[in-house]
């Protein structure tokens, strides 16, 4: 490894350090309907992303199944600490717009219906993989032994062969 390199990752890691030690700032605003409008936002965010899921998932594209995991990664993180918040602060939002609070409990049970559904199809294309994998692991093992006997049954011949 180079100098360069080495500089670099001595940087990066103290940035690591240095974030994890500060406290984040807040991601929900201080006004209510401002931070219901928040989650609404980000909820939709996750909702539209099982969409894209299950769009990829549908067509077996696991590429772009994959690539999604990285935007979900993310806009899980902020969707977590912005739940958090919401949780510390529930006092505070039982006086919120009735209206805000029922969309974003509509679009959480949404969000909620859609993921156990992704997580449906990904067990069950889990399952069918592991079904043919084992297979085809079956299979080699029963060519392997196909072939350990021939390669037997040939051995004596080709030694009478030689001994002639």
Known sequence: MDTHTETNNKVKSGEKKT????????????ERSQALMQ?????????TLADKEAQALARN?????????????LLTGRYVRASEEFRNRLEDFRGADPTLLDRLITLQKDLGDKSADNNQVISRIYQK???????????VQELAQRHKLSSEETAPANTEKQES
Request: no cysteine; proline share 7%.
């Open 19 to 30: 974030a994890a030690a500060m406290p984040l700032a807040p991601l929900l605003p201080q």
């Open 39 to 47: 989650l609404i936002k980000l909820t939709q965010g996750l909702s």
């Open 61 to 73: 594209d696991m590429l772009t199944f994959s690539i999604l995991q990285d935007e979900k990664e």
């Open 129 to 139: 993989a592991r079904k043919t994998t084992q297979s085809a692991l079956v299979t």
